[in-house]
């Protein structure tokens, strides 16, 4: 059975730092991500790491204060947050596709997500 298993978020205030994580068991995938969302809005793309090289995808507005990384031993991704600004306030989402492709800012590719996570950030 396959299981995302997140921990971090909370609240911060601008400026801060937070880093989420994303723990994947029951088997391995190519590419994973996260993904935001705030109410009445669809979800936003925000950065993915292709599992075979690490090479990271970021979205525009995260570029530079955001950091994507994988723990392969632990079948785990990170995703490091600075500089947080209160427009980031969201519900954070990992999610995990079983194979890569240059489509990955969509949410339909993924084929597995984990519980959502509150990230609030306070000016």
């Known amino acids: 059975q396959v299981q995302l298993v997140k921990s971090g978020g909370g609240s911060v205030q601008a400026g801060g730092s937070l880093r989420l994580s994303c723990a994947a068991s029951g088997r391995t995938f190519s590419t994973m991500g996260w993904f935001r969302q705030t109410p009445g809005k669809e979800r936003e793309f925000v950065a993915a790491?292709?599992?075979?090289?690490?090479?990271?995808y970021y979205a525009d507005s995260v570029k530079g204060r955001f950091t994507i990384s994988r723990d392969n031993a632990k079948n785990t991704v990170y995703l490091q947050v600075n500089n947080l600004k209160p427009e980031d306030t969201a519900v954070y989402y990992c999610?995990?596709?079983?194979?890569?492709?240059?489509?990955?800012?969509?949410?339909?590719?993924?084929?597995?997500w984990g519980q959502g996570t509150q990230v609030t950030v306070s000016s």
């Open positions: 999610a995990a596709a079983i194979s890569f492709t240059w489509r990955y800012n969509y949410a339909s590719v993924y084929d597995y």
């Open positions: 790491i292709r599992w075979s090289d690490g090479s990271p």
